[in-house]
């Protein structure tokens, strides 16, 4: 073997193994970081969010799958608007609606094949009729532009029956919505999950106890409180640590039980 076909060989082996452990390393940090955001969601506390969303942002320094890392970014972004909204913060809801907004836009328009990106951006631009009510056309057309394709490219992906369903749940009667009309979508969701998985580890895999746990809020609005119990313990045995059920639904269950 001449020295240059050896010298060629090397080049391509050490190629192949700095890229894998390039690959690697985005893996491993994009994982624990997801597992970071997951603890510092389940406890909603601010300062905890905000470091996450630090970690995102040091994996951006890979350069590799920018898109996927905006999209962990805005999420962050709109945990971090729901925090606010709970607190009544309406510049915080403001400042963190239009970050996550702008973040999915560089997601998809690096990545217009990512369906989660489209998803979120259904779920952030209903934030927008806390602050600008005046532009509920521009709402309406944004929201209905992102689901349209999100249902496109992924149409058996539970996360889109889950904000669908969260919209229409939200939205008055008489424009639409209500608990009747969301049912169906989070049951749908929550068929989904049972056999949804995700196209790897790095990917999105969160909604499944939230599923559960709106198709349980449907019951209880509805007065069926044995069946809205029965998606409360299946959404604790996806998600013991739920800061969802926990915090939101079993209070509404425990209300209504009285």
């Known amino acids: ?38 603890t510092a969601s389940e406890k909603d506390e601010k300062a905890d969010l905000l470091k996450v969303r630090g970690e995102f942002e040091r994996i951006l320094q890979l350069k590799k799958n920018e898109w996927l890392v905006d999209y962990y970014l805005a999420d962050v972004d709109l945990m971090l608007s729901y925090s606010a909204i709970q607190e009544k913060n309406n510049d915080d809801v403001k400042k963190y609606t239009e970050s996550c907004l702008k973040l999915l836009d560089k997601c998809t328009d690096l990545n217009d094949e990512f369906a989660d990106g489209y998803i979120l951006k259904m779920a952030a631009n209903s934030n927008r009729f806390m602050y600008e009510m005046d532009k509920m ?8 532009e992102a689901k349209d394709k999100a249902k496109l490219l992924e149409p058996d992906n539970p996360r889109f029956y889950l904000i669908d369903g969260m919209n229409t749940y939200y939205t008055p009667e008489a424009f639409g919505g209500g608990v009747d009309k969301a049912m169906p979508l989070f049951q749908k969701s929550v068929d989904l999950f049972e056999t949804y998985k995700p196209k790897d580890e790095t990917y999105p895999n ?16 509805n007065g069926k409180l044995d069946d809205a119990k029965k998606y409360i313990d299946k959404a604790l045995e996806v998600n013991p640590d739920s800061g969802f059920i926990k915090n939101t639904v079993l209070p509404e269950y425990d209300k209504a039980n009285k």
């Open 1 to 38: 073997m001449n020295k240059k076909l050896i010298l060629s060989v090397l080049f391509v082996f050490c190629f192949v193994a700095i890229k894998s452990s390039f690959s690697d390393d985005f893996s491993d940090a994009i994982m624990k970081a997801k597992k970071d955001f997951l």
């Open 137 to 144: 056309n521009d709402i309406i057309a944004k929201q209905t």
């Open 206 to 221: 969160w909604g499944n106890d939230m599923a559960l746990g709106m198709l349980a809020m449907c019951y209880i609005k």
